[in-house]
């Protein structure tokens, strides 16, 4: 939540890849991050600051880059804790499971957000499956990482998580009282765990080594043994809270926190040169020697850790506060500071206190951060993360910023750093990750193309972009991205606002849209899961209510396709036959067919094809030669591919394409199109693809594709407005 705060998500890839460079250099090859967890209750929670915050699609921005930097350095990872441990409600007894008690619904929009961004990126090797019960309307679990609902259904089909699945401790005294480590072991395997997580006692791991033996022949729980009763017995009368019991974190500190704050105190006294006296305070509140302290300072702090879930620093500080206002009212000086070093929410709506500053934990660099911080030997910059961030931002006015005209001697190189931040922190990072400023560019003599950008004059940076194009009366707003640190303080509303400038001043202007083909970097608006992204377009004009639904299909394993059974035979008994044409000799008909059918930047896409070398126009015809339906084959060589992200894969994998098919709207348009698919991924075969990627496909035509072997990679939403529509 520290990086979180910082609003950098380059920070969080960048602290994300050191960490697993060194941890690499000892020979770890795992981390059990990141955490993904959305804290959409903040009091009460054990997670704290492991998460990033309470907005899923910014801990989804802080979550990818995280991987991002972990995969980068050569670690593999583990995101944590699926379902969710963000929202759970404790019963009241350590052998009570806490739950999650919101519907699969309400988990989608929100907790499951980052979970299935994760995924969605492709570069999260193992997924933790958390250890608590699930009751809803929907699902009656009682520990998640033992239920075939929560593995199987809800993790590997629902989200589609093809990696490996690690369980929970199965020492949770819950579990152990219930089932036994022997029984609680065969379950976890069933419920279709390839890791089973026992993480303290060499007896009950052998326990549980003996129970998965037994398992093999007999798959009925087991009840618990020796060993595991010893165990409880051993934890019965520990004094620790609710969530530690749960948890069972007992965790060795390399200093003790007495020790941390001694220093704190010592380090504050040097830098200030002068007096400075401390004290701990306990449950038994304000007592005489607090209020001697407090009578002789003329400036307090107070630092609480979780005050939330320890009520007793909650009311201290407030008692504090009180008596300072108090004392001030006589006209002596009393400054009062609050130092939260774990979660920043103990006070973060509380008005009363006097200054606040978030830690966000308290290690000795945090400590020693915060003694210069309190001495102004730097400005504090970070914000609380998420929810709270946003709504602070949206209570400042609308800030104007300067756009200016994009310059590519000037800009290029701060548009390719722009490029590989938002890679960094996006889901999926495929638009940016294949993207480079010199893909905005088309050279086109029939597009006219305008391209802006909000900039730091100073060091170049750039922290907005947006291009357009403008082409036989129809304007386009081809991409429009801001860096994330930079959102919602306006940067996109000005690029906005910018190129809907430019584009009304064409003459001729029939239609503007949101999305294009070629370039097809954004053949439309992104579709993500909270909507946020189409919300945003909604609340600055544009009328989204009626967009054409595109997407980009992939088969991965080409060499491992077929052929749908009794497609040929289709073909053949419909005469319908192929061939392929790979000069402008003969594309009349087909330009003739794309002018008819599609938008002019398709009809350019087309013409471009025809004269590259590595891409080819397959048509289908009838018996009279009538064309039937068209699309474009081509390979990652053709110069097609620095305009199309989806012609990229990790590597040198080599991907075949097939790009927009355009068939008329007759009987046999259905076979007519998946004939030309079919002829298109047996041209990319021939061609030693290893993967066929299907670009633009209508949203109505999906499950056609998908029955053929494709799976949806990205979907988008290509916006078309009336000129009169007003922005």
């Known amino acids: 939540m520290g990086i979180a705060a910082t609003g950098s998500t380059d920070l969080a890839y960048r602290v994300a890849k050191a960490t697993a460079t060194e941890i690499s250099a000892v020979g770890v090859n795992l981390i059990l991050g990141p955490v993904l967890d959305v804290l959409t209750n903040a009091r009460h929670q054990p997670l704290g600051v492991r998460t990033t915050g309470d907005d899923p699609q910014e801990a989804s921005q802080y979550c990818i880059a995280t991987i991002n930097g972990y995969k980068d350095a050569g670690i593999a990872t583990c995101g944590k804790h699926f379902p969710s441990y963000g929202n759970l409600d404790f019963l009241g007894s350590s052998l009570d499971m806490p739950i999650i008690t919101q519907t699969l619904e309400e988990l989608s929009l929100s907790a499951l957000v980052p979970f299935r961004n994760a995924v969605a990126a492709g570069r999260l090797d193992a997924m933790f499956i958390g250890g608590c019960g699930i009751q809803n309307a929907g699902m009656n679990v009682t520990h998640a990482c033992l239920s075939d609902q929560v593995v199987d259904d809800l993790l590997r089909n629902d989200l589609g998580f093809k990696g490996v699945a690690i369980s929970e401790c199965l020492e949770m005294q819950s579990l152990i009282q219930e089932y036994g480590v022997k029984g609680g072991t065969v379950m976890a395997v069933e419920a279709g765990n390839d890791l089973i997580l026992l993480c303290r006692a060499h007896d009950v791991q052998l326990e549980?080594?003996?129970g998965l033996k037994l398992g093999i022949e007999n798959v009925k729980p087991l009840p618990a043994s020796a060993a595991t009763k010893n165990m409880i017995e051993k934890t019965n009368g520990k004094p620790s809270t609710l969530h530690e019991r749960w948890a069972h974190h007992e965790r060795g500190a390399i200093m003790s926190g007495e020790g941390v704050f001694r220093e704190f105190g010592k380090s504050l006294a040097r830098i200030r040169n002068g007096k400075l006296l401390h004290t701990s305070y306990t449950a038994n509140g304000l007592r005489p020697v607090h209020e001697n302290?407090?009578?002789?300072?003329s400036a307090i702090i107070i630092v609480t850790a979780d005050a939330n879930r320890n009520m007793y620093q909650n009311g201290f500080t407030k008692h504090v506060a009180t008596m300072c206002h108090m004392l001030r009212g006589t006209g002596q000086k009393k400054s009062l500071i609050v130092v939260a070093v774990s979660s920043p929410y103990d006070f973060a709506m509380e008005k009363t206190i006097g200054t606040y500053v978030c830690t966000f934990d308290f290690t000795e660099t945090a400590m020693a951060s915060l003694v210069r911080a309190l001495y102004g030997e730097f400005v504090p910059q970070g914000s609380m993360p998420g929810t709270m961030r946003k709504s602070k931002k949206m209570t400042k006015t609308r800030q104007q910023w300067l756009v200016e005209n994009y310059e590519r001697s000037r800009d290029e190189h701060g548009l390719n750093e722009l490029l590989r931040t938002l890679a960094r922190s996006s889901t999926p990072s495929l638009p940016y990750i294949a993207t480079t400023a010199a893909s905005f560019e088309l050279h086109d003599s029939n597009f006219e193309e305008s391209h802006f950008v909000v900039r730091n004059s100073s060091t170049n940076m750039l922290y907005g972009f947006v291009a357009t194009y403008f082409l036989k009366g129809v304007a386009i707003i081809g991409a429009i991205f801001v860096d994330p640190s930079k959102r919602n303080v306006s940067v996109g509303r000005s690029l906005h606002r910018r190129a809907m400038r430019a584009l009304l001043q064409k003459s001729g202007i029939k239609k503007i849209q949101l999305g294009l083909a070629y370039p097809g970097i954004f053949p439309g608006v992104t579709v993500d899961e909270s909507g946020s992204i189409r919300s945003w377009f909604d609340n600055i004009g544009w009328d989204t209510q009626f967009p054409k639904r595109l997407a980009n299909m992939v088969i991965e394993d080409l060499g491992a396709w077929s052929a749908p059974e009794g497609l040929l035979q289709s073909l053949q008994r419909a005469n319908i036959s192929f061939d392929l044409i790979k000069s402008m000799d003969n594309s009349d008909s087909v330009l003739a067919l794309v002018a008819a059918h599609s938008g002019p930047?398709?009809?350019?896409?087309?013409?471009?094809?025809?004269?590259?070398?590595?891409?080819g126009v397959v048509r289908a015809k009838a018996a009279l030669d009538n064309v039937l339906g068209i699309v474009i084959i081509c390979t990652r060589a053709s110069h097609l591919s620095a305009y199309i992200p989806s012609l990229h894969?990790?590597?040198?994998?080599?991907?075949?394409?097939?790009?927009?098919p355009i068939v008329p709207n007759t009987a046999q348009a259905t076979?007519?199109?998946?004939?030309?698919?079919?002829?298109?991924?047996?041209?990319?075969?021939?061609?030693?693809?290893?993967k066929s990627v299907l670009s633009w496909v209508p949203g109505e035509t999906h499950e056609l594709f998908s029955a053929m072997g494709f799976e949806v990679q990205q979907t988008f939403d290509e916006v078309v407005n009336s000129p009169e529509h007003g922005y």
Request: proline fraction near 2%.
């Open 208 to 210: 549980a080594i003996s």
């Open 293 to 297: 302290l407090i009578n002789r300072a």
């Open 601 to 615: 930047e398709i009809v350019e896409l087309y013409r471009s094809a025809l004269q590259d070398q590595h891409c």
């Open 649 to 660: 894969a990790p590597g040198n994998q080599e991907v075949g394409g097939i790009i927009a």
């Open 671 to 690: 076979l007519v199109l998946q004939g030309l698919v079919f002829m298109g991924v047996r041209q990319n075969k021939s061609q030693k693809s290893t």
